[in-house]
């Protein structure tokens, strides 16, 4: 469980693009702005890109079906976590992407030792 937090173009949906294509992706890798969700497959990994910018509610929570796509065989990368607040299960890392006056900075957390072992690997 990845949370990707950041102001609207921070970088949340460039970074997945980079690390779809990394791992060798090379289909076209959009926002789910409208949609909720994208679904991947690459690397025998499954990887759900949700954007819950315009998420508003948990009756709309239960009835999107998202609560079984956190089963533990997905690796899920969370736009908008705080949309989902309570909802969802806490996230194993955090990247937190800010926007400066000459770049940009993303600030990683890990709260897992799954997390941490990930970023450890970087």
Same mark, same amino acid.
């Given at each position: 469980m990845i949370y990707l937090r =950041?102001?609207?173009?921070?970088?949340k949906t460039s970074f997945v693009?980079?690390?779809?294509?990394c791992l060798g992706y090379t289909g076209r890798v959009k926002s789910p702005t409208y949609t909720l969700v994208e679904r991947y497959e690459v690397s025998g990994l499954h990887l759900l890109h949700f954007d819950l910018y315009r998420f508003r509610d948990e009756e709309e929570w239960e009835g999107s =079906?998202?609560?079984?796509e956190f089963d533990g065989h997905n690796i899920c990368l969370v736009e908008w976590p705080e949309q989902a607040t309570g909802l969802l299960p806490p996230a194993d890392i955090s990247l937190t992407f800010e926007i400066l006056q000459d770049g940009r900075e993303v600030l990683l957390h890990a709260y897992t030792a799954a997390g941490q072992q990930c970023l450890n690997a970087l």
């Amino acid at each position: 469980m990845i949370y990707l937090r =950041g102001n609207l173009g921070a970088g949340k949906t460039s970074f997945v693009r980079a690390l779809l294509q990394c791992l060798g992706y090379t289909g076209r890798v959009k926002s789910p702005t409208y949609t909720l969700v994208e679904r991947y497959e690459v690397s025998g990994l499954h990887l759900l890109h949700f954007d819950l910018y315009r998420f508003r509610d948990e009756e709309e929570w239960e009835g999107s =079906g998202f609560r079984d796509e956190f089963d533990g065989h997905n690796i899920c990368l969370v736009e908008w976590p705080e949309q989902a607040t309570g909802l969802l299960p806490p996230a194993d890392i955090s990247l937190t992407f800010e926007i400066l006056q000459d770049g940009r900075e993303v600030l990683l957390h890990a709260y897992t030792a799954a997390g941490q072992q990930c970023l450890n690997a970087l």
